[in-house]
């Protein structure tokens, strides 16, 4: 914990992956352990670990990165941040993120600006910015962060660390700050897949306060890496390895390729042809979405509220001056989408795609165990370069959305660099098999 924090006052005025620093109490609490010990049990004793801003913390403040809830101070914990406390470890402090998870560069986060730590004219990616940034610095060994569309993937993959997007389901959603609640699964972003193998195990399993958190046993994920992948069937889509995508990524996860086909895995290539409909269908549903979740921002039950005396005026000046951009846009686009006379010509369509995204999972992992291929089109881009033209920024998500469309688990750990900036290897399995992936990183990693 002491190093954590001289390694954050040395490097993160330049980072800037912490928005909120909890110094004293963490110290504390180290102090504890070393006094006391703690239970033997405890897989995460001392350990330092950062929480994404979206996740609710008591006695903590929670942003979200937005003028909104700048002063929102939680009164319980989030059920993912009782599970790491449970296992001993410690917070540093909250991560910053786009806005209310909203965005691919932490650059829509109305506090800071996140540096890539490979290069700081680059983005480290986003939503989870701040996470996978705090963990590549060397200021944390552990961090959470959540994934709608890709958000700890891609960070993960543009500053070379090791993100699980868990199944649907397999980790509780409660005490996260809802964006898109169909999409939306908390995960964990670490240097090594053991590390994010124990972390994934500490936030997993059914929890009474989220109905769709599953009733399945949590396995001990750290036993599956056993370093033997002979067998494994793996497929390999065309369209991730297409047009669009980087000559330079491409070559890296070709020889990533080569490299789990020596280790005794059997490759073929395979297609998943709706995949060039996951971007515009996860933009009408999770946008959907985010325009009933954040009704709830009104300026009356949390966070920042404007001086007026009319209720209807306080609302909308609450809610101008509290969100930002990218949020507004998010929330008029899923406002129109649900809006009567056009709900079948945008959401029910999407929703539709949505299942044909699936069913092309399904067919893969009929007679496949993974799929593999890059996790972003490219390395990480230079900030400021796509943050006025969204549409591009979107597309970065090209190979991250049809994963939460379908609700399975996928990771992206490092391979290799491009230019001197990390590219990202994405695994994707079937629904919780989470230990396949866990157990063919690894030996990818070794
Ligand atoms: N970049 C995507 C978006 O802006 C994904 C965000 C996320 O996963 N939270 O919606």
């Not at 190093?3 to 609490?29: K, M, P, S, Y």
């Not at 102090?31 to 350990?47: F, Q, T, V, Y």
Request: charged share 25%; glycine share 8%; aromatic share 8%.
């Amino acid at each position: 914990v002491d190093e954590a924090f001289t390694r954050i006052h040395d490097v993160d005025g330049d980072v800037q992956a912490f928005l909120t620093l909890n110094e004293e109490a963490a110290r504390e609490e180290a102090k504890a352990i070393d006094e006391n010990g703690s239970a033997e049990d405890a897989i995460l004793s001392g350990m330092p670990i950062g929480i994404k801003d979206n996740m609710v913390t008591k006695g903590l403040k929670t942003t979200c990165a937005s003028h909104i809830l700048e002063n929102y101070d939680p009164l319980y914990d989030a059920t993912v941040v009782e599970k790491v406390k449970a296992q001993k470890a410690i917070t540093i402090g909250k991560l910053n993120m786009d806005e209310f998870a909203m965005g691919s560069s932490t650059e829509t986060s109305s506090f800071a600006i996140t540096k890539n730590p490979w290069d700081l004219e680059r983005v480290p990616g986003g939503s989870s910015g701040g996470s996978a940034a705090a963990v590549a610095a060397g200021e944390v060994l552990f961090a959470l962060g959540t994934d709608t569309g890709g958000s700890i993937r891609q960070p993960s993959a543009f500053c070379g660390v090791v993100g699980m997007k868990p199944t649907y389901g397999r980790v509780s959603r409660y005490g996260l700050v809802a964006f898109a609640s169909s999409l939306d699964q908390a995960g964990p972003i670490t240097r090594t897949v053991e590390d994010n193998a124990y972390l994934l195990e500490t936030i997993s399993g059914l929890d009474r306060h989220d109905s769709t958190s599953a009733d399945l046993a949590v396995p001990h994920y750290a036993a599956a890496l056993t370093g033997d992948i002979k067998g494994l069937r793996v497929a390999v889509p065309k369209e991730y390895l297409g047009e669009g995508i980087d000559e330079l990524v491409k070559a890296n996860i070709r020889a990533a390729i080569k490299q789990l086909e020596s280790l005794g895995a059997v490759v073929d290539e395979v297609s998943l042809p709706h995949s060039k409909y996951a971007v515009p269908a996860y933009y009408i549903i999770a946008s959907s979405e985010a325009s009933a979740n954040l009704a709830r921002f009104d300026g009356v039950r949390y966070g920042v509220r404007a001086e007026t005396n009319d209720l209807i005026d306080m609302y909308n000046k609450s809610r101008s001056e509290g969100f930002g951009d990218e949020v507004k846009r998010r929330i008029m686009l899923g406002t129109f989408a649900l809006s009567s006379g056009y709900y079948d010509a945008y959401y029910k369509k999407a929703q539709q795609v949505r299942t044909l995204i699936k069913q092309d999972f399904e067919k893969v992992f009929k007679d496949h165990d993974i799929i593999v291929g890059p996790t972003t089109p490219t390395t990480a881009f230079k900030i400021g370069e796509n943050i006025d033209d969204p549409l591009t920024m979107y597309a970065n998500d090209l190979l991250t959305i049809p994963v939460n469309l379908a609700g399975i688990p996928a990771i992206s750990l490092p391979c290799g660099l491009a230019d001197g900036l990390p590219v990202g290897l994405q695994m994707i399995g079937r629904p919780f098999g989470e230990e396949t992936l866990y157990r063919a990183a690894h030996a990818y990693e070794q």
